[in-house]
């Protein structure tokens, strides 16, 4: 199956794309980088690991999405708080994040069995 045709990455590709708009006249160049290789971390570790062969190397670099995918959710929870993000759009993107992990969960064990 090609990744594109993944729900799971599509949604993450497509806030990988938000983000990376919204951030985009942030000053604070720090979190601006930070954040934005956070979320485009996400569907090219799926990417990645979907055109490996092997499942051990599939689950892998889905663990390192997933990963990627907590470290986002942490950034928008501080982007919420210090008011970089309007606390509905942050709480939008977060719920997004939680919703994109529990998929990569569901394909990692798929993967994995």
Do not use: H
């Not at 806030?15 to 971390?41: H, K, N």
């Not at 990417?47 to 190397?57: I, K, L, Q, V």
């Not at 210090?82 to 993107?93: K, Q, S």
Request: proline fraction near 2%.
């Amino acid at each position: 199956m090609d990744f594109e045709k993944l729900l799971v990455w599509q949604r993450s590709k497509n806030l990988a794309v938000e983000m990376y708009l919204a951030f985009a006249d942030c000053r604070d160049f720090g979190f601006r980088s930070q954040i934005t290789r956070a979320a485009v971390s996400v569907p090219s570790n799926i990417a990645e690991g979907m055109e490996r062969r092997g499942r051990r190397e599939k689950a892998w670099f889905l663990s390192v999405a997933k990963a990627s995918c907590a470290e986002l959710r942490t950034q928008l929870i501080i982007a919420g708080e210090i008011g970089y993000l309007p606390t509905e759009l942050a709480n939008d993107w977060i719920s997004e994040t939680r919703e994109l992990s529990r998929m990569l969960a569901g394909l990692i064990n798929k993967i994995s069995n």
